[in-house]
């Protein structure tokens, strides 16, 4: 009864914008004092620690070291209720966080301690195609196996994430990578309008060619600086059938210098001329190896070729298969194959690390010689670990194909290209064990850097925000003259800083 009329009073205040705020006792945290007006207006989507869509929100990340335990949890399902919550926090100055998929392998990015309220994406799960199937309305709250499955059987996909399991607005607003990104450019060239709450509170949708169109560019990879997503509109592609999965090449030294050979040349050629074809390579070792550093790669083919041409190398006789998967199939199948294999690793801890190299085969051999030369020094003394390096061949086409719907703030040259990003990732699982793991990756950065200048191998600036451990300089990486306009975007849609300042979490474009 009192929070029905609550939000009454809410509502029709907010359209004469001067919300009116019960005040709790003094004594309470900006956050306590949110929490209880949440709870007030909106009880059935305001949750505390003891209730179960709170736990669910709190523990099921990617990595565990996200789970921080907010004071509340608030997941609306409607833009205007989470619009009433920026309000709300603005009002009463609490820190807060926004959760996706909570897949970002950094604790503060997607969640936040009892000092602040944790806004969640769950129930934005609105998934429709528009009348003539040429875009997808996708919720933020969804997974990207959650978009693939409802897409079954219409013959259309959308450049989404890799694995079914990884989640949509953290992985679209930092750029997001794609089996069908060497054809279609990144997952954040292919949205056909966003629909998020800005810091003032209105609810604002962004196209390319609207009065919001700098908002526009700057969600497509600006990260969360600029607006509250809650419905991303994406443009669909045809593909009925796609041939997927995974090989593994074994451990010896042969395979491991053809494996390196294959990615370079992959990212010449193969990666340059097949615009349907895309390799992941990576190669892992660790307790769970006992067989030592195992190659493999994830092969993807848009089509039921199961032979291609560019991907000749990543066959036999050149390197000869101990298991492989690589098969035709649908999006929707493969995205819900790979979900119990990922449910294992679920829980664990995780740290990523980006290193970017041009196409270069002593670079390629620099950086996985000093990778599994530290793994024995720095984390021999772990309990259980997976070491993992995952250097992505990105060709020149990578970049055209990103360029052709309007561009973005990365804006990478095809000139530049080709790329390899190197993903370093170590799976762990007890806490204390970070320090050994941040030893880790920082001596690894640091040898790589030092034995490249001295070899008078350069570097290109861009580190990929989606793969880059905190404090990586990310937005160094991207033109200077973007990183201005991103951050006059900033200031035009954000000028009391709510979303940098209020908001810690992730990378902020006014920090670079
Ligand atoms: C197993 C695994 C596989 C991966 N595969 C790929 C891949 O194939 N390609 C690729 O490019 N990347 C991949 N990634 C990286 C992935 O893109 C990032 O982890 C990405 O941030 C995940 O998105 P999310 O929604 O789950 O993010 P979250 O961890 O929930 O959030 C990440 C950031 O986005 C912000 N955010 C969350 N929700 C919103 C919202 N509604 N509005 C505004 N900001 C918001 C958060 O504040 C946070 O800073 C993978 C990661 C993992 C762990
Ligand atoms: C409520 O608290 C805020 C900040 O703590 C204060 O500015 C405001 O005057 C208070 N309002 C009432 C009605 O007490
Ligand atoms: C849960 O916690 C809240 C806030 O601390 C409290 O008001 C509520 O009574 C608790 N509910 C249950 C079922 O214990
Ligand atoms: C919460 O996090 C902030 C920022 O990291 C930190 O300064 C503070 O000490 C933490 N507080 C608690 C209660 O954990
Ligand atoms: C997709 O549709 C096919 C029928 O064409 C069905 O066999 C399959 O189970 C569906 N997949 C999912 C994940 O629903
Ligand atoms: C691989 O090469 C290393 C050094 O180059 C050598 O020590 C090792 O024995 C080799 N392993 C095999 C299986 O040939
Ligand atoms: C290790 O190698 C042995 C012998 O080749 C093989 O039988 C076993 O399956 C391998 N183990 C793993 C985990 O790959
Ligand atoms: C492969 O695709 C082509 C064209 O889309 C189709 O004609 C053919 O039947 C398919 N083959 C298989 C084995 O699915
Ligand atoms: C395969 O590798 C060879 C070098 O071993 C290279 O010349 C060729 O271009 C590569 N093919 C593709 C499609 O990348
Ligand atoms: C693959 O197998 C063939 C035939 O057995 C062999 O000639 C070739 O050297 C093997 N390649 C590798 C990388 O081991």
């Given amino acids: 009864m009192l929070s029905g009329i609550v939000v ?7 359209a004469a914008s001067a919300l009116t705020y019960q005040n709790v006792s003094e004594g309470y945290s900006p956050a306590d004092k949110t929490c209880d007006y949440l709870h007030r207006t909106f009880p059935d989507i305001t949750s505390f620690s003891n209730q179960s869509s709170y736990i669910v929100d709190n523990t099921n990340f990617w990595s565990a070291a996200s789970v921080l335990n907010p004071a509340c949890v608030f997941a609306p399902s409607g833009a205007e209720d989470l619009a009433i919550a920026v309000k709300a926090l603005k009002y009463y100055g609490s820190p807060f966080a926004i959760r996706g998929g909570g897949h970002m392998p950094i604790g503060d990015s997607n969640n936040i301690n009892s000092t602040g309220v944790l806004l969640s994406s769950s129930g934005f799960k609105r998934l429709a195609l528009s009348p003539d199937s040429s875009t997808l309305h996708v919720g933020p709250g969804n997974h990207w196996g959650d978009v693939y499955n409802f897409l079954n059987n219409t013959g259309k996909s959308i450049v989404g994430g890799r694995l079914g399991v990884v989640g949509i607005p953290g992985f679209i607003t ?7 990104s060497w054809k279609y450019g990144w997952s954040s060239a292919n949205i056909a309008s966003v629909t998020g709450v800005i810091a003032s509170g209105e609810v604002v949708t962004a196209t390319p060619d609207n009065d919001f169109s700098d908002l526009f560019w700057a969600l497509r990879g600006g990260g969360n600086s600029f607006a509250l ?14 041939t997927v999965g995974t090989t593994s090449y074994g451990t010896t030294n042969l395979t491991k210098e053809r494996w390196l050979d294959a990615i370079y040349n992959f990212a010449l050629y193969g990666g340059e001329d097949c615009h349907e074809c895309t390799v992941t390579p990576s190669a892992s070792t660790g307790t769970q190896y006992p067989n030592g550093t195992t190659y493999t790669a994830m092969k993807f083919f848009d089509g039921n070729d199961t032979a291609p041409p560019a991907l000749s190398n990543w066959t036999s006789p050149y390197l000869n298969a101990t298991s492989d998967t690589f098969a035709a199939t649908t999006m929707t199948e493969w995205s819900q194959s790979g979900l119990a294999q990922f449910d294992s690793i679920h829980g664990l ?13 002593r670079a390629l051999q620099i950086i996985h010689d000093t990778f599994f030369a530290f793994v024995p020094i720095h984390l ?30 990365m804006d990478l ?19 204390r064990d970070e ?34 451990d905190k404090g990586q300089p990310v937005f160094e990486g991207y033109p200077a003259e973007n990183v201005r306009k991103l951050k006059q975007i900033r200031h035009k849609y954000d000028p009391e800083m709510v979303f940098t300042n209020q908001m810690p979490g992730g990378w902020k474009v006014a920090h670079a």
């Fill in 8 to 14: 009454t009073a809410v509502l029709s205040a907010t």
């Fill in 174 to 180: 930092g750029g997001g990578i794609s089996f069908f």
């Fill in 229 to 242: 997503i809650t419905e991303f509109e994406m443009i669909t592609i045809p593909a009925p059938v796609v």
């Fill in 349 to 361: 801890r995780n740290r990523f690390h980006v290193l970017s190299t041009y196409a270069d085969r």
């Fill in 380 to 409: 021999s003394s772990l309990q259980t670990y997976i070491a993992t390096l995952t250097p992505m061949p990105i060709s020149k086409q990578y970049f055209r194909a990103s360029k052709v719907r309007g561009g973005d703030p």
């Fill in 413 to 431: 040259d095809p000139e530049d290209g080709p790329h390899i990003w190197y993903e370093m990732s170590v799976l762990y699982t007890v806490e």
């Fill in 435 to 468: 320090e050994y793991v941040s030893a880790f990756l920082r001596a690894v950065d640091e040898e790589v850097k030092k034995m490249l200048a001295a070899e008078g191998i350069k570097q290109p600036k861009y580190l990929y925000l989606n793969d880059a």
